[in-house]
């Protein structure tokens, strides 16, 4: 139960990071431009450490790194319905707009990040 409470508080705060990257101006326009993508990436990361129980660090990188390279490569496909879904908050904030090459390596960084904090960080906490 502890572990599964630190990785929805991680994801919490993955969401927060992101929106306040997305929504404020807080953060130096380097960060503004990049930490939205990093963390989405991190908060995806994170969930799937909630959903996968074993400790395995192969599948912990692939899947959220498949994950988010499948909702990158799905925003070239513009078909009407879906771009009214990304259209809106919610789905903008999920699927994304339009796809760019940049985003996978916002990804790849967020997920590098997020298990460097899980394996360093997370572990060592609840070890």
Not at 13 to 39: E, F, M, N, W
Not at 119 to 126: E, H, I, P, S
């Amino acid at each position: 139960m502890k572990r599964a409470a630190i990785y929805i508080a991680a994801v919490f705060v993955c969401i927060l990071i992101g929106l306040s990257s997305r929504y404020t101006s807080i953060y130096p326009k380097i960060l503004q431009v990049h930490l939205g993508d990093a963390v989405w990436a991190s908060m995806i990361y994170f969930g799937c450490k909630l959903i996968l129980t074993n400790d395995k660090k192969l599948p912990a990188i692939l899947y959220p790194l498949l994950f988010c390279c499948f909702i990158e490569f799905s925003q070239a496909y513009q078909a009407n319905w879906i771009v009214n879904i990304r259209s809106t908050l919610i789905g903008g904030l999920i699927l994304g707009k339009g796809f760019l090459w940049i985003d996978l390596v916002r990804y790849t960084i967020g997920i590098v990040i997020a298990f460097c904090a899980d394996n360093f960080l997370l572990k060592r906490k609840t070890g």
